[in-house]
């Protein structure tokens, strides 16, 4: 079974220049996470989607943060415009919402992401 | 609000010796799932043991057993006969009910060295 699958694993921008970045989930996994990493921290949640509804975005700055998850498979996460403190790393994870292991996520490699 | 504490930032063992990383948390939920993830160099968040609150009996996965005192709110890890492989960040994770988001919440990590 593939993984959580992240592209780009690292990416370079000048800031307020866009970024995107691609999460495709295990397959069946209906629930969808992106998550931001700063060094030396742990993850913490940006949204969560069940299927293509943003069930939890209280954490995603709007102004310059958006994601969506069209046909609750693919995600996509998009800053515009970056600013120098949005370097981090960007992990995606997915589980499946009901199943017997719904409690377990499961991450992607992440993308690491510096802004010049 | 839930938190999670990782007091070991850094922590080192001998290869094929025994180590114990603790981690605390805070919640007024009864049911719920913690979780510890090893995040090496690459970056990738890897599973290494989850345990349900529910359950008295500590979760155990080959070299990897957990102590979990439901009562202290205490979730440490127990690694024995540690392997080079083992060396990476270890982050600690309790993951909020699906009414909350279901979402998981970090400690800070611990880094974990092994000596041959």
């Known amino acids: 079974e593939a993984g959580v699958v992240q592209s780009p694993r690292y990416k370079i921008i000048e800031k307020k220049q866009p970024v995107a970045f691609w999460c495709n989930p295990i397959s069946g996994h209906n629930t969808l996470y992106w998550y931001l990493q700063n060094l030396g921290q742990g993850p913490e949640l940006l949204i969560r989607?069940?299927?293509?509804?943003?069930?939890?975005d209280s954490q995603l700055p709007k102004d310059r943060f958006s994601a969506e998850r069209l046909k609750g498979v693919d995600s996509t996460l998009k800053i515009q415009p970056a600013e120098l403190g949005d370097s981090a790393v960007y992990l995606c994870a997915s589980s499946l919402y009901g199943g017997a292991s719904q409690e377990t996520q499961y991450f992607g490699p992440g993308t690491r992401l510096l802004v010049l | 609000a839930q938190t999670v504490t990782q007091s070991q930032p850094e922590m080192s063992v001998q290869e094929a010796e025994t180590v114990t990383l603790s981690c605390t948390y805070d919640?007024?939920?009864?049911?719920?799932?913690l979780f510890w993830y090893k995040q090496p160099p690459s970056r990738q968040m890897i599973l290494v043991i989850r345990?349900?609150?529910?359950?008295?009996q500590n979760a155990t996965e080959n070299r990897f057993s957990v102590n979990f005192q439901k009562a202290a709110k205490s979730f440490s890890l127990k690694i024995s006969d540690s392997q080079l492989g083992d060396a990476a960040m270890y982050f600690c994770a309790y993951r909020t009910p699906i009414n909350q988001g279901g979402k998981l919440i970090f400690g800070q990590g611990t880094e974990l060295s092994v000596k041959p």
């Open positions: 919640t007024s939920e009864s049911d719920y799932y």
């Open positions: 989607y069940e299927n293509e509804e943003a069930v939890d």
């Open positions: 345990q349900e609150a529910y359950k008295q």
